[in-house]
Every structure is written in structure tokens, then in C-alpha cells.
């Protein structure tokens, strides 16, 4: 199976809440492309009460299989990068669990009721990568609908000395 592996660094944001439960929230909001030389969890910037932290260096896997997803990601005109992440409650606040291009693979993050999943625009240089992934590895695959064998209706039919359950008298 095909396979290529980049990393890419996330971006995430700290926001403050109005609400009586809880007082801030944490999300992806940005891809890097490549992997900067700042530590994990450094501190970008601040405005507004809105903390932008560096969350580290993650892994974007492709795979052959998906080439029609990235495909259709790319030629959206606005190509997305999805990032699924979970909250920890403790330092770092979030644990990353995927980087993806597949907007299948990112929806499917979105099934746990407790995963954050955000999408965020993919950079011109990653959208190379995937770009050159499915130049090389796509394959178009024709939709073939199944024929279903019809019914004879003289075997669904009650035979002679059997009772309707299928017993006999």
C-alpha cells in the first residue's frame, strides 16, 4: 500500500467564554507547513484575551486508498486540513490526535461526542504534497451497481403438506 508521511505544526488558540461552567476553550486554528524550531506549547502571541500557542509537530499521513478524498479536498477551490484533537484537562491542555486531508477520515472524528474537530486551511505547500500524492497514486474506480437475482415466487410458496409455519401438518 502506498503511503507518505509529512509533519506539519498546529496552531491552536486559547478563547475566553462567557459562560457560568467554564471560562475558556481551546482550538485548532492553523497549520504550519513544516516543523518550526519552537518547543511544543510555546506561546505565539496574545490579543484580546485570545492566547495562540504552538502545539507542536504531528504527522499527516496519505494513503492510496484515499487519493479520491484528497482529490476532491484539493479541487474544492478552498483545500482543507482537519484536526482532530481531545481535551485533556491537564498540561498540555489538548492531546492531537490526527492531522488529516481526508474530509472522510476528519468527519469520522466528529462520531466521538468528545473529540474538538476543526478544519482549517491547508497551506499552499502542503496542498504540493497532497497534490502530487494523487498525481502519482489516484486511481478512478467505476461505481458498479449490484444486480440483485429476483425473486421466484414458486419458492416462496407454501409447498403441499406444509403448514404455513414451515412444519409439517
Known amino acids: ?43 505565539l502571541g496574545q490579543e484580546a484575551g485570545v492566547q495562540r500557542f504552538y502545539a507542536g509537530a504531528f504527522d499527516v ?15 474544492s477551490g478552498a483545500p482543507k486540513l482537519w484536526i482532530a484533537a481531545h481535551a485533556t484537562g491537564v498540561t498540555p491542555p489538548l492531546d492531537i490526535l490526527v492531522v ?4 472522510n477520515e476528519g468527519a469520522a472524528y466528529t462520531e466521538a461526542g468528545d ?4 478544519v482549517v486551511p491547508m497551506p499552499d505547500e502542503v496542498a504540493g504534497v497532497v497534490a502530487r500524492f494523487v498525481a502519482d497514486h489516484h486511481v478512478e474506480r467505476a461505481f458498479i451497481k449490484r444486480r440483485r437475482d429476483r425473486a421466484d415466487p414458486d419458492a416462496l410458496a407454501l409447498r403441499p403438506g406444509r403448514d404455513k409455519e414451515g412444519g409439517e401438518p
Open 1 to 43: 500500500m502506498a503511503h507518505e508521511r509529512f509533519s506539519v505544526g498546529v496552531v491552536v488558540e486559547r478563547r475566553p467564554l462567557k459562560s457560568r461552567w467554564v471560562d475558556h476553550a481551546w482550538l485548532p486554528v492553523a497549520v504550519i507547513a513544516g516543523v518550526p524550531e519552537a518547543a511544543p506549547w510555546t506561546l
Open 61 to 75: 499521513d496519505l494513503y492510496r486508498a484515499e487519493t479520491a478524498g484528497y482529490r476532491d479536498n484539493l479541487e
Open 100 to 103: 488529516t486531508a481526508d474530509p
Open 115 to 118: 473529540n474538538i474537530v476543526e
